[in-house]
């Protein structure tokens, strides 16, 4: 019987590693067994893994190659497995065992591809953490070169401040003093105005005097009114009539 390859299996050998021989006398539950011990091993140190690429991705070079090792032998039992449906024997070969290879090889496929994944997470951590480390770097670096040109700034800084400080003490005191000026000419036309109605409350004939000057001027107006008015009308009806 032919054996079936996956359509999603990659290879992760060379032909170098293929060319490594599995244990022939191996029975088909000791390659499952096997197959299924390096599986889990491989989950957990992907798990691993993935916590270390979340963090710095520092300390995982030899995760990295343990993992790597790992896939390797994973693949050579899951090749034994498949020369051991190819190879007549004894033992009949049957569907779920086809089935349970192709499953062997999808696994593989998922954990290599999740492989990948992760490395390139790692490297991204690393590289951002060597960028940050740079950066600091360069922080420390300006800092230290460009202390005195800092003083200088902050120096320069504090004097436009004080200078601020001064002007706006100016135009508060200007500010107080036009509220005083303001206040005294308050209080003296109030003291005029009092000094006014108690010369006019002393001379009663004052008050009269300013009533009848008031009337006149208001019979004045009146008739001035009237007269003008009259002289309009004339006009008027002098200009209807012609």
Known sequence: MQRTSSPSQQPLLDETDMSI??????????????????ESEIESKLAALSKVGQSTGLDDIGQESETDELLKKLQLVITGMGDFIDKPSSTPTNPSMIHLLSR??????????????????????????????????????????????NADYYLTERNRVESTHRMTDMILEQAYATRQDVSRQGRIMHGVNQRVGGVVSRIPGINNLISRINTRRKRDTLIMAGVVSTCSILIILYWLRT
């Not at 021989?21 to 390096?38: F, G, V």
């Not at 090889?105 to 492989?115: A, M, Q, R």
């Not at 994944?117 to 670096?141: F, H, P, T, W, Y």
């Open 21 to 38: 021989i599995t244990n022939p006398t191996k029975s088909w539950d000791q390659l499952r067994k096997e197959a299924r011990s390096l």
């Open 104 to 149: 062997h090889k999808d696994i593989l496929y998922d954990y290599t591809k999740e492989f990948r994944r992760v490395k390139g997470s790692i490297k991204a951590a690393r590289d951002k953490a060597n960028l940050m480390n740079q950066v600091q770097d360069e922080i420390r670096s300006f800092n230290t070169g460009g202390n005195r040109d």
